[in-house]
């Protein structure tokens, strides 16, 4: 993505020094997401003097909806220019421009920054999922001790017990057990 067709050209020719594929070459970042579904680019190179407020939006929604490794090349780098563009799902800011020397490298270390976030964000949406799934069963445990009388581990064999005689695992058996008092 490049505003400047002669910049824009010069960036392709050192992608392609460096064995790339350019499949597609982007005015602006109007509809980002969808250039990006369309062409199915696995890295997008971005060179601007100025990294916009709108084009850093429009990379979020990509990073959102369509994870790419993004490289921002950008004249200027302000510290709060290179922080906004982390935030947006940015993988390199590199300032003051493109060599071919360097890209190569660049999107090397771009892309295995990105592996690493999308990594750590699964791990973490995980975790999130095993968080909310004890606290189903801990909240079925204590609706069974409750309305049952049962003890801790009375009202643990009880979820147990459901769960294999219906095949599903235990959160489910939880889920299905405190949907039926909801319902």
């Known amino acids: ?3 400047d067709a002669a910049r824009a050209a010069a960036v392709r020719e050192g992608l392609e020094a460096a064995g790339c594929a350019v499949v597609a070459i982007a005015p602006d970042a109007a509809r ?3 250039r990006v579904r369309e062409c199915g680019a696995d890295v997008i190179v971005c060179d601007l003097d100025d990294p916009s407020r709108d084009a850093l939006e429009a990379m ?3 990073n959102r909806d369509e994870p790419r ?3 921002l090349f950008a004249e200027r780098g302000a510290p709060e ?5 982390l ?7 590199v300032v003051e421009g493109l060599s071919p020397a360097r890209v190569r490298p660049v999107l090397e270390v771009a892309i295995l920054r990105f592996r690493a976030h999308e990594a750590l964000r699964a791990e973490l949406a995980q975790a999130r999922a095993t968080l909310e799934e004890r606290d189903r069963i801990a909240a079925a445990k204590r609706r069974l001790m ?9 009202a643990h064999r009880r979820l147990q017990r459901l769960a294999m005689a219906r095949r599903i695992p235990l959160g489910q058996a939880a889920a299905d057990y405190l949907a039926d008092f909801r319902a």
Do not use: F, H, K
């Open 1 to 3: 993505m490049d505003n």
């Open 32 to 34: 980002l997401t969808a």
């Open 60 to 62: 979020r929604a990509l």
């Open 69 to 71: 490794p993004v490289v």
């Open 81 to 85: 220019q290179i922080a906004a563009a």
């Open 87 to 93: 935030e947006a799902g940015v993988a390199a800011y």
């Open 146 to 154: 409750r309305d049952e009388r049962l003890s801790e581990p009375e």
